[in-house]
C-alpha cells in the first residue's frame, strides 16, 4: 500500500514570504511518480510538476521550486517571495507500480496582503 | 477553453434519491477518473474507466456505480443518496502511457444531500 502525508493542513504567511509546503510518502516500489497540484478557489485542480524516482534533481520554475529527497522520502515544494494569488490548497500525490494515484490530504495556503 | 466539464457546480438532493453526475472531456482521453474530495482526507479515488464500457473499482467505490457509453463521457451514479455521500465530487481525464496521472480536472460537483 502506498501513503502519502501533508503534515500541514494549513499555513498562513504574509504577502512576499517564503513558504515551503511538505510532503512525505511511502510506497514499496522502486519506480514511482510523484506530483503536485494546486486547487485556487474555483476548484479546478491544476497540475504542477510531475517527478520520477529516478530523478532526484531539484527543480525549478520560476518562484516555485521543488526538493525530491529519495533518503528521507520527501518531495517538498517552496515558494519564494508568496503572492496572494497562491493562495490555495496544494496536493502531493504518488503513483506506483499500479494506475492509481494516490493524494495527500492537502496543505491550505493562505496569502495575506 | 473548457476541456472537463462537470454538468452541475451545485446540486441539492435528498436521502434516497437517484443522483448522476456528468463529465464530459474534448481531449481524446482514454482514462476518467472519479473522485471525491473531503476536508484533510484529500482525494479518494471511486472510479475510473481506461476504455469505453470499462471501469475498475477505486479505493472507496460502495454507493457509487458508473457508465462510460462514450469514449469523451463518464458519469457518476449514486443509486441511493445517503447524508455520508455529502462532499465534493472531481471529474479528471488523462492519457495513457507516457501521459498517464498528468490529470486534467474538472471544476468539482459539490453534492449536499439532506
Known amino acids: 500500500a502506498q501513503k502519502v502525508t501533508q503534515a500541514q493542513t494549513e499555513i498562513s504567511v504574509v504577502e512576499k514570504e517564503d513558504v515551503t509546503l511538505d510532503c512525505v510518502y511511502e510506497t514499496r516500489d522502486t519506480t514511482y511518480y510523484l506530483f503536485w497540484y494546486k486547487q485556487p478557489p474555483s476548484g479546478e485542480l491544476v497540475f504542477l510538476i510531475r517527478r520520477n524516482s529516478f530523478d532526484e534533481q531539484n527543480e525549478i520554475s520560476g518562484r516555485y521550486s521543488w526538493n525530491f529527497q529519495k533518503s528521507t522520502s520527501s518531495f517538498n515544494f517552496t515558494i519564494t517571495a508568496s503572492q496572494v494569488v497562491d493562495s490555495a490548497v496544494y496536493f502531493c500525490a504518488l503513483r506506483g507500480a499500479g494506475n492509481m494515484l494516490t493524494f495527500g490530504g492537502g496543505t491550505r495556503l493562505m496569502v495575506k496582503p | 477553453d473548457v476541456k472537463v466539464t462537470q454538468s452541475s457546480r451545485y446540486l441539492v438532493k435528498r436521502t434516497g434519491e437517484k443522483v448522476f453526475l456528468e463529465c464530459v472531456q474534448d481531449m481524446d482521453h482514454e482514462n476518467m477518473f472519479w473522485y471525491r474530495q473531503d476536508p484533510g482526507l484529500g482525494l479518494r479515488l471511486i472510479y475510473f474507466s481506461y476504455d469505453v464500457k470499462m471501469k475498475e473499482k477505486g479505493d472507496i467505490p460502495e454507493g457509487y456505480s458508473v457508465s462510460r457509453e462514450k469514449k469523451e463521457r463518464f458519469s457518476l451514479i449514486l443509486e441511493s443518496a445517503s447524508t455520508n455521500q455529502t462532499s465534493m465530487y472531481l471529474c479528471?481525464?488523462?492519457?495513457?502511457?507516457?501521459?498517464?496521472?498528468?490529470?486534467?480536472f474538472g471544476a468539482g460537483s459539490r453534492l449536499t444531500v439532506l
Open positions: 479528471a481525464s488523462s492519457y495513457t502511457g507516457l501521459g498517464a496521472n498528468v490529470l486534467t
